[in-house]
């Protein structure tokens, strides 16, 4: 039975979506098609925390935490950034605190608290718990098919986040850059397993001249400062070679070896690396871990220190299904900037995940949310 329930149909009820309609005026005349709860996906951000925007005040500075999108960005949050999405989240009720690492969390620190609020903020909405499977442009309207009924449009906002979905746009002739994982762990072509749980602080990666913090896993490489890097070389095709310092603070080894002779090397090590991690190098380099420090010789001194400052990895692919955010999605180049509203088709407008906008963890990626949520709407209510 096909239904013309309202003008304004958003796909999409995660944090983009319900932020639209929220901007929208949260008018019975806007209906939100969704076939999981609304809101279901803020609940895992930030730990349960949600990690919902970054304290930079400067809308340049904050476009640089973008591997994709930066330029673009300049024009949303010239618009909507930082401040704005602080004033959105008073008015429905959330209050927010800085940590010291300058993410910006509900004073709560529950993201169930978000997903309450928002959802009262938009009660009024029209929501549709069924799943849209196609799109059609008739006219100047849009019908959306989904698995139980079909709705007719005016104006379509398409907020499927980033896993899934572009099938549907692809169809109707929009064009998407391929997805890619990002902000995920990394599998190695060496077996790292041996190292699994060893997490180790201010390591320096050499390809991107990033520093943070990494965890060996089951798979490979995790924590931070790989996540990091996955974003970064998102696009890079595998394999990939990667290159770190495990203790850039190490400065040589001979005055310590001259200091400690009757000292075995693993134990030296020890205290530079993890002790799990100075007997796998020493194991690598077949150097027995209990040889003395006097016993070596400067050509083991220096592979011992090349593994330690030049630890190369095989990546050889990245964790299936363990992606934070997407890659690639809408071209935004086929994207006005102005209203959000596509280029390709009249009438249909982004918001989200789904364009090829994606930043690094920090509250960047909800950010982009909100921040292209409120755009798309001005959008939507100028047209
Ligand atoms: C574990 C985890 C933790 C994260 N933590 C943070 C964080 O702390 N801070 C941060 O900034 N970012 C974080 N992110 C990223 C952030 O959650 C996403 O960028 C954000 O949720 C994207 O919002 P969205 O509304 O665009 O898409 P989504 O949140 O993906 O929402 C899209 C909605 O569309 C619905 N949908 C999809 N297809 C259809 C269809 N065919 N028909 C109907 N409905 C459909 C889905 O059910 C979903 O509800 C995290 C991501 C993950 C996975």
Redesign the pocket.
Known sequence: MEQDLCKIGI???????CACAYFLGARENISL????E?M???L???GGR???AYSEYDFKELAKNYPRGEKFLYSIFSKFSTVDTLEMFNKIGIDTYVQDDNRIFPVTNNSKDIQTAMLNSIKRCNFIK????RIEKIENRFKVV?DMNSYMFDKLVY???????YE?IKRIGISVIDPKPSLVGLISKEKLSDLMGISISDVYNHNTGLCGDILFTHFGMSGPLVYKISSIKARDSFPYDLEFDLCPKLDGLQDILNLNPHKYIKNILSEYIPSRLSEYILDKLNVDSDTKCHMINGRIRDSILEEIHKFKVEIISSKKDGE??TAGGVDLDKINPKTMESKEVDGLYF????INVD?F?????????WSTAYVSAQGVLSN
Not at 11 to 17: L, M, R, V, W
Not at 130 to 133: C, G
Not at 159 to 165: C, K, Q, S
């Open positions: 796909i999409g009820a995660g944090p983009s979506g098609i969704d076939f999981r609304p279901c996906t803020i895992p951000t930030g949600c990690n919902l069924e799943k849209a499977l989904t907020a499927v986040g980033g896993h899934a979905g549907m934070t955010v918001c989200g995940e789904v930043g963890c920090g509250g960047f990626n909800l950010q982009n949310c």
